[in-house]
């Protein structure tokens, strides 16, 4: 019995015997999207080869082989679409490939070996939640593994607080260092304060109004500023005023330069 409320759900050949007692004026149903197609088609399909993968048994050798016949009886199928499919057939080992280190890479000359260099203890695959809980890996921490064996990062934050970035400073210069390239997109409403003071100084009401945000969002955009010391702020009367920390924009922008330069 279908319960009232939104699907977004593939219709299979037991559903349209369902939804063939339900009146038209009750359903909606439309054709896919032709560009949504594969995407929707291909997760139906995975859903019902990962529940027919759980539903054998598992434990051995042998079980292990019996699930990767399926797997690649399925890929044979697709090759027939796409020839190049033949060569993605599981290999039967049943193995997955985890770190490739290069031949000249400075951690072997300590002995480390690509089985022994640390790894995130979330899947790199999938998206993880993390949400702080003792018995949770540290963000910081899987933050860290990802960036020792990376070749470029991209970063999107929001709001970049010191206490945080502390965390894995260390990890990010020595990323740089080994010529790794790290790029972070911010919110433009920080570039467009730092643009306005760059011009004169000023105070939170009056870039509020200059803006069209609220105190409150410019107050704290501006408490962060300070922390990374990209700002100074001063007292008269009874506004506090906010000035380009000039200098240390200046070692910024020519540490961007070296970097751009380099590429």
Same mark, same amino acid.
């Given at each position: 019995m279908l319960k009232p409320g939104l699907y977004e759900q593939i219709i299979s050949q037991s559903l349209s015997r369902e939804l063939a007692s339900v009146s038209d004026a009750c359903k909606h149903v439309e054709k896919l999207d032709t560009a +949504? /197609?594969?995407q929707a088609l291909a997760g139906y399909v995975a859903e019902a080869? &990962? /529940?027919?993968l759980e539903a054998m048994p598992a434990g051995t050798e042998e079980q292990s082989v019996q699930r990767i016949a399926l797997v690649n009886k399925v890929l044979d199928v697709l090759?027939?679409?796409r020839e190049d499919l033949s060569e993605k057939s599981v290999d039967d080992r /049943? +193995?997955? %490939? %985890?770190?490739i280190l290069q031949e000249n890479d400075p951690s072997r000359i300590t002995g480390m070996t690509a089985a022994k260099m640390p790894r995130p203890e979330t899947p790199m695959a999938v998206s993880s939640l993390f949400t702080g809980a003792a018995h949770e890996p540290k963000m910081f921490t899987e933050l860290q593994k990802e960036i020792a064996s /990376? $070749? &470029?990062? $991209?970063? %999107?934050?929001?709001f970049v607080k010191w206490s945080g970035l502390r965390l894995i400073i260390d990890a990010l210069q020595a990323f740089t260092a080994r010529g790794g390239l790290l790029r972070v997109i911010s919110d433009r409403s920080k570039f467009e304060l730092l643009r306005r003071i760059g011009d004169r100084s000023s105070y939170c009401q009056a870039l509020s &109004? +200059?803006?069209g945000l609220t105190t409150a969002t410019i107050s704290r955009h501006m408490a962060l500023l300070l922390d990374a010391g990209l700002v100074r702020a001063r007292r008269e009367d009874n506004r506090i005023y906010y000035d380009l920390e000039r200098e240390t924009l200046a070692e910024l922008f020519a540490t961007a330069q070296r970097i751009l330069l380099s590429e």
């Open positions: +949504e /197609a594969p080869v &990962r /529940a027919a090759s027939q679409q /049943a +193995e997955k %490939l %985890l770190q /990376a $070749d &470029r990062i $991209d970063m %999107l934050v929001s &109004r +200059e803006m």
